[in-house]
Structure formats: structure tokens, C-alpha cells
């Protein structure tokens, strides 16, 4: 079992930054697919930026040069630095885990499987 909790969100206004957190106990003593995903008001929920089991980023194109993802291995904590935020980034922001699989996270973690947080909200006023 793998237990996520999120932390973070906030209102914003545009070109302003946040930093998303994310908690993760339990399973945690292997590496696997870790990411962040958000869900627009009435959008489906998309992928924003994952870590393959080796470390490796990928990003959504939307975000690229703005948000950064990291993890702090010592303390379990999936970072999300996002910087000069636009309205059309105002979502629930959730952070999800996938213990079965290990790298291409970002195309195929899916939110029918692997582990959620409850997410935090971003807005961001123009």
C-alpha cells in the first residue's frame, strides 16, 4: 500500500510561482513511476510531469521550462516547482504513484490505476 498526500496549492496571480508537495509512505522503499496530474474544472485529468524509476523527467509540453519535478529520496516527498503560472493552469493538482510500472510514466500512468493523493487546488488569476 502507498498513501499520498498533497500540499501546496493556493491562489496565485499570473507569472507568480508555487510549490506543490507530496508525501508518500508506505511502499516506499522501491523506485517506480511518480508524477504529477491535474484536472482542469470540467476537463479530463491530464498529465503534468513524471519521474521514470531512474530519475528521468518528462513533461508536458504546456509546462515545459516553467514547472520542475524532484524528489527528495531521503524524506519521500515529490516536489512540484512551477513558476510563472498562467490561469490556464488553475486545476485540482493530484499526485500519483504506479508501483507496477517503471519508465514512459508520464503516457502510461492513467488514473484507473496506481495510487492518488486527494489533490490541492491551484488558481491562478490573470
Known amino acids: 500500500q502507498l498513501r499520498l498526500v498533497e500540499s501546496g496549492g493556493g491562489s496565485v496571480q499570473a507569472g507568480g510561482s508555487l510549490r506543490l508537495s507530496c508525501q508518500a509512505s508506505?511502499?516506499?522503499?522501491?523506485?517506480?513511476?511518480m508524477g504529477w496530474f491535474r484536472q482542469p474544472p470540467g476537463q479530463e485529468r491530464e498529465g503534468v510531469a513524471t519521474l521514470d524509476e531512474d530519475g528521468t523527467p518528462t513533461y508536458a509540453e504546456s509546462v515545459k521550462g516553467r514547472f520542475t519535478i524532484s524528489k527528495d529520496n531521503a524524506k519521500n516527498i515529490l516536489h512540484l516547482q512551477m513558476n510563472n503560472l498562467k490561469p490556464e493552469d488553475t486545476a485540482m493538482y493530484f499526485c500519483a504513484a504506479d508501483i507496477e510500472r517503471l519508465r514512459d510514466c508520464l503516457r502510461r500512468m492513467n488514473p484507473r490505476d496506481g495510487y492518488w493523493g486527494k489533490g490541492t487546488q491551484v488558481t491562478v488569476s490573470s
Open positions: 508506505g511502499y516506499t522503499h522501491e523506485s517506480y513511476c
